[in-house]
């Protein structure tokens, strides 16, 4: 009975600390669908197929920063679990420093390879210069944007996921707006395409700026004053750790990223309304897997705290709320994804070929997120406790030995259908996987913090 109790506690709290986070990724979402909705009824199939063509490449420049965020953020949520503020102004300092610089340097490598990598990806020609253009103003989002999110897996760390989503709103009005701007040409010249750049541009540098004037303004945890500076030099003993949970993470990031471009060649290679269709459909998929995504960040989180609090019994409690937690919203999004894709996929696309593709990936894929979820949630908790190579390692090889491998052999016995098999097929061998490794390796065992 007490077992179940707490259960039910630690689902009640998780569910609170998620929402914000779910809301957070909707917003998210919202700003992207409205960008490809506007982009997609004022440029067309080719507008769209531009967009389609340079966002995995984008988020491969960013995938690095996701891993080593979730480093800094089981750090932060092990040390305050503990009532240890010192090290988390430690972890915050060094985090933030490593970041800036992270930030820069990816933003130059990504305006320098932009174009070589957009033909490897095979860019449809007539779409190529209009995704390279977008891409070299996007990429110098990433500064802020690291900052930015940095400070929000920090908030989230200690327990705040409401502040890091009212500064998002922040980030989707500047995108959103911007955007707009730009194609309809208020009150300035129309962008074009290159409308999409800007928008992340000023988005992301508004959202930083407000929420780092807000830590201030409150004397926050997280602000740094003049006696911390200390903490911005970066300490080894911090950054090991971090870099121990981070870097395997951000390598699994980015290499799914690559194989993403991989998938998106594959597409490519079916003409530009398939591009369009697979640019649509990832505006379907990113409200599908927001509770994976969500769930996974809750989950270490939760777990973290536990451990960090010395409280490594209550991880199993944190395991059970999170599968709950991912059947019920879960199933809920995927059930709605299949129910309305007829009505709202013609808002992205006008031409029936593209609708068609889009409408056939959505029916083969939708009911696999479910299975993404769990392994997101088995993920999570091995990593607030910094079990992370062979999660992340087992990721990487079923996207590359599971899914690219299906989708390029199906695709030429079945056609296009062959390629959305592949993630079905990598996210249910991956669960098989991690579900092992969890129950046979990681299971069972005490855990301390790691700062």
Same mark, same amino acid.
């Given at each position: 009975?007490?077992?179940?109790?707490?259960?039910?506690?630690?689902?009640?709290?998780?569910? +609170? #600390?998620? %929402?914000? =986070?779910?809301?957070?990724?909707?917003?998210?979402?919202? &700003? $992207?669908? /409205?960008? @490809?909705?506007?982009?997609?009824?004022?440029?067309?199939?080719?507008?769209?197929?531009?967009?389609?063509?340079?966002?995995? +490449? #984008?988020? %491969?420049? =960013?995938?690095?920063?996701?891993?080593?965020?979730?480093? &800094? $953020?089981? /750090?932060? @949520?092990?040390?305050?679990?503990?009532?240890?503020?010192?090290?988390?102004?430690?972890?915050?300092?060094?985090?933030?420093?490593?970041?800036?610089?992270?930030?820069?340097?990816?933003?130059?490598?990504?305006?320098?390879?932009?174009?070589?990598?957009?033909?490897?990806?095979?860019?449809?020609?007539?779409?190529?210069?209009?995704?390279?253009?977008?891409?070299?103003?996007?990429?110098?989002?990433?500064?802020?944007?690291?900052?930015?999110?940095?400070?929000?897996?920090?908030?989230?760390?200690?327990?705040?996921?409401?502040?890091?989503?009212?500064?998002?709103?922040?980030?989707?009005?500047?995108?959103?707006?911007?955007?707009?701007?730009?194609?309809?040409?208020?009150?300035?010249?129309?962008?074009?395409?290159?409308?999409?750049?800007?928008?992340?541009?000023?988005?992301?540098?508004?959202?930083?700026?407000?929420?780092?004037?807000?830590?201030?303004?409150?004397?926050?945890?997280?602000?740094?004053?003049?006696?911390?500076?200390?903490?911005?030099?970066?300490?080894?003993?911090?950054?090991?750790?971090?870099?121990?949970?981070?870097?395997?993470?951000?390598?699994?990031?980015?290499?799914?990223?690559?194989?993403?471009?991989?998938?998106?060649?594959?597409?490519?290679?079916?003409?530009?309304?398939?591009?369009?269709?697979?640019?649509?459909?990832?505006?379907?998929?990113?409200?599908?897997?927001?509770?994976?995504?969500?769930?996974?960040?809750?989950?270490?989180?939760?777990?973290?705290?536990?451990?960090?609090?010395?409280?490594?019994?209550?991880?199993?409690?944190?395991?059970?709320?999170?599968?709950?937690?991912?059947?019920?919203?879960?199933?809920?999004?995927?059930?709605?994804?299949?129910?309305?894709?007829?009505?709202?996929?013609?808002?992205?696309?006008?031409?029936?070929?593209?609708?068609?593709?889009?409408?056939?990936?959505?029916?083969?894929?939708?009911?696999?997120?479910?299975?993404?979820?769990?392994?997101?949630?088995?993920?999570?908790?091995?990593?607030?406790?910094?079990?992370?190579?062979?999660?992340?390692?087992?990721?990487?090889?079923?996207?590359?030995?599971?899914?690219?491998?299906?989708?390029?052999?199906?695709?030429?016995?079945?056609?296009?259908?062959?390629?959305?098999?592949?993630?079905?097929?990598?996210?249910?061998?991956?669960?098989?996987?991690?579900?092992?490794?969890?129950?046979?390796?990681?299971?069972?065992?005490?855990?301390?913090?790691?700062?």
């Amino acid at each position: 009975m007490e077992k179940a109790a707490l259960s039910l506690t630690t689902t009640r709290a998780m569910f +609170l #600390f998620l %929402l914000p =986070m779910l809301l957070s990724n909707i917003t998210n979402g919202i &700003s $992207s669908t /409205l960008q @490809a909705i506007m982009v997609g009824q004022h440029l067309g199939v080719e507008g769209l197929a531009a967009l389609a063509a340079f966002l995995p +490449l #984008f988020y %491969l420049f =960013m995938s690095f920063l996701f891993g080593f965020t979730s480093g &800094s $953020s089981v /750090l932060a @949520a092990q040390a305050y679990g503990g009532g240890q503020e010192q090290k988390v102004k430690a972890v915050t300092g060094t985090g933030v420093t490593s970041v800036f610089f992270l930030g820069w340097a990816m933003a130059l490598l990504a305006y320098t390879t932009v174009p070589y990598l957009l033909q490897v990806m095979g860019t449809p020609s007539h779409v190529y210069a209009d995704a390279v253009a977008t891409a070299r103003i996007a990429v110098w989002c990433l500064p802020p944007f690291f900052l930015f999110f940095l400070y929000s897996a920090l908030l989230r760390g200690l327990g705040d996921s409401r502040t890091p989503f009212f500064f998002l709103l922040v980030n989707v009005v500047g995108i959103t707006g911007a955007t707009a701007a730009g194609l309809l040409g208020w009150g300035i010249p129309s962008l074009g395409i290159r409308s999409v750049g800007w928008g992340y541009v000023i988005g992301d540098s508004l959202a930083f700026l407000s929420l780092f004037l807000w830590l201030r303004t409150k004397g926050h945890l997280l602000w740094l004053k003049k006696e911390d500076l200390a903490f911005f030099t970066p300490r080894w003993d911090i950054f090991s750790p971090m870099l121990r949970i981070g870097l395997p993470t951000a390598l699994q990031n980015m290499l799914v990223a690559l194989s993403e471009m991989a998938i998106l060649g594959l597409v490519n290679s079916f003409g530009a309304s398939a591009t369009a269709a697979f640019g649509a459909y990832w505006q379907v998929a990113n409200y599908i897997q927001m509770p994976a995504i969500s769930l996974t960040v809750a989950v270490s989180v939760f777990g973290a705290q536990a451990v960090g609090a010395g409280r490594s019994q209550d991880l199993g409690p944190v395991v059970r709320s999170g599968l709950l937690l991912n059947l019920v919203i879960g199933g809920v999004l995927v059930g709605l994804a299949y129910l309305l894709a007829p009505v709202y996929l013609p808002w992205f696309l006008t031409e029936k070929e593209s609708l068609t593709i889009a409408l056939r990936l959505i029916w083969i894929t939708g009911w696999s997120y479910l299975l993404f979820g769990v392994s997101g949630v088995l993920t999570g908790i091995m990593r607030s406790t910094g079990a992370v190579f062979w999660p992340s390692t087992i990721s990487v090889l079923v996207i590359w030995l599971v899914e690219v491998p299906v989708a390029y052999g199906l695709s030429h016995l079945i056609g296009i259908d062959g390629i959305w098999w592949g993630y079905a097929a990598a996210f249910t061998v991956g669960l098989l996987l991690i579900g092992l490794y969890y129950r046979y390796a990681w299971q069972g065992k005490t855990y301390e913090a790691l700062v």
